[in-house]
């Protein structure tokens, strides 16, 4: 009887343990890991000159859990009292092959949103995309909120440098006041992606 009594105690001991396995490995809600972003291309297109396209350039080869420092630049200059069309290209290239990683966010458009933030030379910007253009779903309701992989870029007559802020926000709260008309202040979430782009040219 006592090693009846042994090996019942250890039969239930283990069926517990491997019951709490179970459950965790079926948990509903897994942790959503931040993007890992290695290369940020933002390209910036005047529609009437084919010939004036502005490129920020972002590089962090090991991303944000590597030592290396990430660079950017920026090729072209801005017009003045022009209106860009603009569009972002997130890749992680620690992957083989190559991650696009605008894949993933579109996959999500309902947890992500990028802001493009400046108060210099008047520069304003607008999303040019929403929800619905990455998914089957109709252009309603939350399903209308604003992504920002498309987007526009319009200048003033004001000529010098300004900066860019590109952020890219997950699991925020897209209903917050001011979020879907660009304003991160409400928005809450965590960065994915945070760089300022400096020293872009107006003339």
């Known amino acids: 009887m006592m090693n009846l009594s042994k090996f019942l105690t250890v039969f239930l001991i283990g069926a517990l343990f491997l019951t709490s396995c179970s459950d965790d490995d079926d948990d509903p809600n897994p942790a959503n890991d931040p993007e890992v972003i290695t290369t940020m291309t933002v390209t910036l297109i005047n529609p009437t000159d084919a010939n004036n396209v502005v490129t920020l350039n972002f590089l962090d080869p090991d991303g944000d859990i590597g030592s290396t420092s990430p660079t950017s630049n920026v090729e072209g200059e801005l017009r003045t009292n022009t209106t860009y069309n603009g569009s972002i290209v997130l890749l992680n290239t620690t992957e083989n092959p190559?991650?696009?990683?605008?894949?993933?966010?579109?996959?999500?458009?309902?947890?992500?949103?990028?802001?493009?933030?400046?108060?210099?030379?008047?520069?304003?910007?607008?999303?040019?995309?929403?929800?619905?253009?990455?998914?089957?779903?109709?252009?309603?309701?939350?399903?209308?909120?604003?992504?920002?992989?498309?987007?526009?870029?319009?200048?003033?007559?004001?000529?010098?440098?300004?900066?860019?802020?590109?952020?890219?926000?997950?699991?925020?709260?897209?209903?917050?006041?001011?979020?879907?008309?660009?304003?991160?202040?409400?928005?809450?979430?965590?960065?994915?992606?945070?760089?300022?782009?400096?020293?872009?040219?107006?003339?």
């Open 98 to 203: 190559v991650e696009r990683v605008n894949e993933e966010i579109e996959g999500e458009a309902d947890e992500h949103q990028f802001f493009y933030l400046t108060s210099d030379l008047g520069i304003t910007t607008a999303y040019t995309d929403q929800e619905c253009d990455y998914n089957e779903e109709p252009c309603e309701g939350t399903n209308a909120r604003p992504v920002g992989i498309t987007f526009t870029l319009t200048t003033t007559d004001a000529t010098g440098t300004g900066d860019l802020r590109v952020l890219l926000l997950h699991e925020l709260d897209k209903d917050a006041e001011g979020v879907a008309g660009g304003n991160d202040t409400n928005a809450g979430g965590e960065a994915d992606i945070d760089w300022t782009f400096e020293n872009i040219v107006v003339q």
